[in-house]
């Protein structure tokens, strides 16, 4: 079960609702189970959360190995593709931090 924090949100997972809460230090009280269908929307927003951060990663990625590319130079055709590969990452990384931005606007960070 879920449990979540009255004053500052936080979300405890477990059996019942923590003595305190360990992000602002509120009593037991002011915790609120969460009905089943908002522990299962936190659940997948953790879940979808966890994708984006993995994708971010593996953009990163994308750029450090294409910037080795570039460096490399061994002809046009593939400068001109490491390049891009380091362009188009950096776009789906900065969506991909807007959107997570937007959860944590929206209050599904969870
Ligand atoms: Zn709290």
Redesign the pocket.
Known sequence: MLFK?G????VHEGNEAPDK??????PKD?FVALSKEASDLVLRSRFTNSLHMELYSLLTKISEISQKGVNDALDEPCVVLFSRAIDQSRILRQMVSAELETHQKKGKWG
């Open positions: 924090c004053v500052c949100g936080y809460c360990p992000k602002c230090g509120a002011k």
